[in-house]
């Protein structure tokens, strides 16, 4: 979709976590997933910083300092938020945090629940780091558009909320730049008193 440019532009780093996407064994489909729903999602210019990286808590660690360092206000990940053994991307997010969110994995462990009971074995977190936000979302294309963007029923009502609704307003609370979200596909939730006019129609 075409972004609109008098909004201010964002960088969105976006990571995909899998030892065997990244030594080519598959195709990664995580990236691909995140690039499309934010395009959707979000008025503003993005610059997308992605990063294909396998399951090592050093290297994912690593890989989040630099792209909050490089200027992302949020920072996407998926894969790795299980309990198998090289399942360690909630460890390498913790271990750069300076504020948890947990409210975040909460959210998308209530998604996760009404399909499937094994949703109880999910990690995700979410974290500040400067004023970045850093959330880790599921590994499947199905799953990181639930959780972002959450639940409707055949009428069109919303059902359960997708935690990108609370996104905008969080990274205005850390000083990133102001997310204009596409109501018709993602309405983000903020007080009347941060809220900035945008045409009703766009």
Same mark, same amino acid.
């Given at each position: 979709?075409? %972004?609109?440019?008098?909004?201010?532009?964002?960088?969105?780093?976006?990571?995909?976590?899998?030892? &065997?996407?990244?030594?080519?064994?598959?195709?990664?489909?995580?990236?691909? %997933?995140?690039?499309?729903?934010?395009?959707?999602?979000?008025?503003?210019?993005?610059?997308?910083?992605?990063?294909?990286?396998?399951?090592?808590?050093?290297?994912?660690?690593?890989?989040?300092?630099?792209?909050?360092?490089?200027?992302?206000?949020?920072?996407?990940?998926?894969?790795?938020?299980?309990?198998?053994?090289?399942?360690?991307?909630?460890?390498?997010?913790?271990?750069?945090?300076?504020?948890?969110?947990?409210?975040?994995?909460?959210?998308?462990? /209530?998604?996760?629940?009404?399909?499937?009971?094994?949703?109880?074995?999910?990690?995700?977190?979410?974290?500040? &780091?400067?004023?970045?936000?850093?959330?880790?979302?599921?590994? /499947?294309?199905?799953?990181?558009?639930?959780?972002?963007?959450?639940?409707?029923?055949?009428?069109? %009502?919303?059902?359960?909320?997708?935690?990108?609704?609370?996104?905008?307003?969080?990274?205005?609370?850390?000083?990133?730049?102001?997310? /204009?979200? &596409?109501? %018709?596909?993602?309405?983000?939730?903020?007080?009347?008193?941060?809220?900035?006019?945008?045409?009703?129609?766009?």
């Amino acid at each position: 979709m075409n %972004a609109d440019p008098s909004l201010e532009p964002v960088r969105i780093g976006i990571v995909s976590i899998s030892d &065997r996407a990244s030594s080519g064994t598959y195709e990664d489909k995580g990236l691909p %997933a995140l690039r499309e729903w934010l395009e959707q999602a979000l008025h503003n210019p993005l610059q997308f910083e992605a990063r294909l990286i396998p399951d090592e808590q050093a290297r994912i660690s690593q890989t989040l300092i630099e792209l909050v360092d490089a200027g992302c206000s949020l920072v996407l990940t998926t894969g790795g938020t299980g309990p198998a053994v090289r399942d360690v991307t909630p460890e390498a997010t913790l271990a750069v945090a300076h504020k948890e969110m947990p409210g975040f994995g909460e959210q998308m462990r /209530q998604i996760s629940l009404r399909f499937v009971p094994t949703a109880i074995l999910s990690r995700q977190v979410a974290v500040i &780091r400067g004023q970045s936000l850093i959330i880790n979302l599921p590994g /499947q294309p199905k799953s990181i558009t639930e959780t972002l963007g959450g639940l409707k029923d055949a009428q069109g %009502a919303t059902l359960v909320d997708g935690i990108f609704a609370a996104v905008p307003y969080c990274i205005d609370l850390i000083g990133g730049p102001y997310l /204009q979200t &596409r109501d %018709a596909f993602c309405n983000a939730f903020r007080p009347k008193t941060a809220q900035r006019p945008y045409p009703a129609n766009a």
